[in-house]
C-alpha cells in the first residue's frame, strides 16, 4: 500500500505509455515476422559483395 494516493494523471500516462508499448511492440513484431517470410521464400538470395566490388572497380 502506498503511503499517497496516485494522482489521476499518472494513471492516463501509464494507460497511454501501455498503448504506446504494445503498438511499438507489435510493429517489432510485424518487421520481424515480414523479415523472416522474406528470408525464408525460395527467391531469396543473398547479394554476391565479391562479384558486386569486383563490378564496381571494372566501370572505375
Do not use: D, W, Y
Request: charged share 20%; hydrophobic share 45%; glycine share 8%.
Amino acid at each position: 500500500m502506498s503511503l499517497r494516493k496516485e494522482h489521476e494523471l499518472h494513471q492516463r500516462r501509464k494507460g497511454r505509455n501501455l498503448g504506446v508499448g504494445v503498438l511499438l511492440g507489435s510493429f517489432v513484431v510485424l518487421v520481424l515476422a515480414l523479415t523472416i517470410v522474406k528470408v525464408t521464400s525460395a527467391g531469396f538470395k543473398f547479394p554476391n559483395t565479391a562479384a558486386a566490388v569486383e563490378q564496381t572497380e571494372e566501370q572505375n
